[in-house]
């Protein structure tokens, strides 16, 4: 393969013009020296590097998603989202996990703006008394000056256009659905502590009439813990609401294991509408999280210009709820 070298000695000009004409430097080069860089460039087959254009432009096909666990189906749907749009105009999406919270998210940003990402989508939560917080909330600033479109898909501690879900109305229509089958004994295994979207689907929770919280997380293997939590109790409630679908099937298939019928003695209940839902008949409320991510990479690639949008919801009764009996 050809090289700018290689380019140089066949226009007859220095490598630095050579790379000001072929990865899209602003600096003047005259029209005849360019076309003469070009027609070498074609005829010794000389691909450009996607990096080293976005090094000399400033500007890089790149679309970052920082997610909180790239396993996690709530973060894969909206990453499937983000990159439907992203490739068909010829973007890169690039997912970056951030499990440990705040100071993988910095590192992951950092890296993007050294790309010079041309969006950069946060869609996890933010915390309560992040210590991190303001340090990340600089840096982002740092982005969007730098010409970064920065997206926010959940609430969080620094400025930028948001597209999100009503994670409390989310809650408070779960709850409503529920108590409408009859149910008045229901329990809310909570989301991680100290999350913003966990609190809101508490308090949607709370704002419907509940008040039996176990504390619990995403995970199905904490939905698995608040099962048991639940069974070692004298009495069962009449229902169960998880803060996501992961938990509520954690919920679901350790009461079946324990020979508890579901819905028969207890119903069951989730939020998202992930595809696992689908697979075991979880009554759920269904978030868009798929046009989330497609809203989200329109809105950096010039489709959309959003604010502050929210996106709705609704209840899908399914199979793990019924009328009390």
Not at 122 to 141: H, I, N
Not at 149 to 177: C, H, K
Not at 273 to 294: C, I, K, N, W, Y
Request: hydrophobic residues 40%.
């Amino acid at each position: 393969m050809a090289s700018l070298s290689d380019i140089s000695r066949h226009a007859g000009v220095s490598i630095a013009t050579c790379s000001r004409v072929l990865n899209g430097s602003d600096h003047p080069v005259s029209e005849t020296t360019r076309a003469r860089v070009l027609k070498a460039a074609e005829e010794l087959g000389y691909a450009p590097s996607a990096l080293a254009r976005a090094l000399v432009t400033r500007s890089s096909r790149i679309i970052g998603v920082i997610v909180g666990d790239i396993v996690d189906p709530y973060f894969a749907e909206i990453a499937r989202g983000v990159e439907e749009v992203a490739a068909d105009l010829g973007y890169l999406t690039m997912v970056c996990s951030a499990e440990s919270g705040s100071e993988a998210e910095m590192a992951h940003l950092r890296q993007l703006r050294d790309y010079h990402a041309a969006g950069i989508i946060f869609a996890g939560s933010g915390r309560y008394a992040d210590p991190s917080a303001a340090d990340l909330a600089d840096a982002v600033a740092e982005c969007r000056e730098r010409g970064s479109t920065v997206i926010a898909l959940a609430q969080r501690d620094f400025s930028s256009p948001s597209i999100l879900f009503d994670n409390e109305g989310a809650a408070y229509d779960i709850t409503a659905y529920v108590r409408s089958l009859g149910h008045e004994r229901i329990t809310f295994v909570e989301g991680p502590l100290g999350l913003h979207t966990s609190t809101q689907r508490r308090q949607g929770f709370e704002r419907a009439g509940g008040s039996d919280r176990i504390v619990g997380g995403f995970s199905y293997e904490d939905g698995v813990r608040a099962a048991e939590k639940l069974l070692a109790r004298d009495a069962l409630p009449d229902a169960v609401i998880a803060a996501n679908d992961e938990a509520a099937i954690g919920v679901l298939m350790r009461l079946r294991e324990a020979h508890v019928d579901v819905p028969g003695q207890v119903s069951v209940a989730g939020i998202d509408d992930l595809r696992p839902a689908h697979f075991v008949g979880l009554t759920t409320v269904s978030m868009p999280l798929h046009e989330m991510g497609r809203q989200a990479a329109h809105t950096i690639l010039g489709g959309y210009n959003a604010e502050s949008v929210v996106l709705p919801h609704r209840v899908v009764p399914r199979t793990t709820t019924a009328e009390r009996r």
